[in-house]
């Protein structure tokens, strides 16, 4: 069974321009979630989606980030403009979850984002 | 807000030592999950847990819920167990994927 996979591994951007990011969850995860890691800090929760909903967004930064999940399969999350605070390896993780109680999340192995 | 600590930082031991690594969170939470990070980078989840102890291999994890902390150990350590430890925890009444994470225990294990 293919694992979480996540496209590109690495993007280098110049600041001010877009990047997508795209997310694959291991086929039948109802779960989605996006995870951001900044050099030096701990990882951070920024959304979760349960089928092509969002479940809670709490934790994207602000309006530049946009994250979509049609048909409730794959993910891609958007950066616009990225600014130099955006880099980091941001992670996909998805999980089966059908009882909404606590569910083993399987990663996937993060896009490295560079904004100079 | 729950605030996740993680001891020590940084943990340098020699094949075969035992090994625990520590996690304490502020808040009552509804789970606690340990992940594995490789040099690589991929993060694998290990365990899963909300009480008492879970077993897998050379692996052990345990959680106080009234002290609120939980150990990793990790028993006849092997250079291939050198990676960072995550802990992270969803708060009681959170949402699902609203984990909080420590900083991570990097473990070096020398043959």
């Known amino acids: 069974e293919a694992g979480v996979t996540q496209f590109p591994s690495h993007s280098v951007i110049e600041k001010g321009q877009t990047v997508t990011l795209r997310c694959d969850p291991i086929?039948?995860?109802?779960?989605l979630y996006w995870y951001r890691r900044v050099m030096g800090k701990e990882i951070k929760f920024l959304l979760h989606f349960v089928k092509e909903s969002k479940q809670d967004e709490s934790g994207m930064p602000n309006n530049r980030f946009l994250a979509e999940r049609t048909g409730g399969t794959y993910s891609t999350l958007k950066v616009q403009p990225a600014e130099l605070e955006d880099s980091g390896v941001y992670f996909c993780a998805s999980s089966l979850g059908t009882s909404g109680g606590p569910d083993t999340q399987y990663f996937g192995p993060g896009t490295r984002l560079t904004v100079l | 807000k729950n605030e996740v600590e993680q001891s020590p930082q940084n943990l340098t031991a020699q094949e075969g030592e035992f090994i625990t690594i520590n996690c304490s969170y502020s808040v009552g939470i509804s789970a606690l999950h340990w992940l594995q990070q490789h040099p690589g980078g991929g993060i694998v989840s290990l365990f899963m847990l909300s009480s008492g102890k879970k077993k897998h291999g050379r692996l052990i994890a345990t959680i106080n819920i009234q002290e609120k902390h939980s150990s990793l150990h990790i028993t006849a350590s092997h250079p291939r167990d050198s990676a960072v430890y995550i802990c992270a925890v969803r708060d009681y009444g959170g949402s699902q994927g609203n984990l909080i994470f420590g900083k991570g225990t990097k473990l070096s294990v020398k043959p």
């Open positions: 086929s039948g995860h109802d779960n």
